[in-house]
Nanobody, 126 residues
Framework: QVQLIESGGGLVQAGGSLRLSCATS????????VGWFRQAPGKERVFVAA????????AYADSVKDRVTISRDNAKNTVYLQMNSLKPEDTAVYYC???????????????????WGKGTLVTVSS
């Protein structure tokens, strides 16, 4: 069993930065592709970024691709989401999800993920 625990959210002013972490307890994360998603108030959950299980490939939503970097440290069973130049429209609950040996294309859909975290709230003030 893999439990995903997100952290690093908080309140930040527009233009600021945050680094979110997705850590596991239990089984190691190294065989899982991991994605980040976000859900703004009153809206559906959407894809933000994903990283392959080996860490060599990544994918980003168009809305964030110039401001966000996803990375992973398999030795620490942690995936990171560095977010820069934050905007008020980035305000959302951010979730990570793990997909065993998943592809980036599959992670983008958010369907059939093996595990989800409970989310961390990011609030960007104007």
């Amino acid at each position: 069993q893999v439990q995903l625990i997100e952290s690093g959210g908080g309140l930040v002013q527009a233009g600021g930065s945050l680094r979110l972490s997705c850590a596991t307890s239990g089984r190691a994360l190294n065989m899982y592709a991991v994605g980040w998603f976000r859900q703004a108030p009153g809206k559906e959950r959407v894809f933000v970024a994903a990283i392959s299980w080996r860490g060599g490939n990544s994918a980003y939503a168009d809305s964030v691709k110039d401001r966000v970097t996803i990375s992973r440290d398999n030795a620490k069973n942690t995936v990171y989401l560095q977010m820069n130049s934050l905007k008020p429209e980035d305000t959302a609950v951010y979730y990570c999800a793990a997909d065993l040996l998943g592809t980036l294309e599959h992670i983008r859909t958010g369907d059939g993920m093996d595990y989800w975290g409970k989310g961390t709230l990011v609030t960007v003030s104007s």
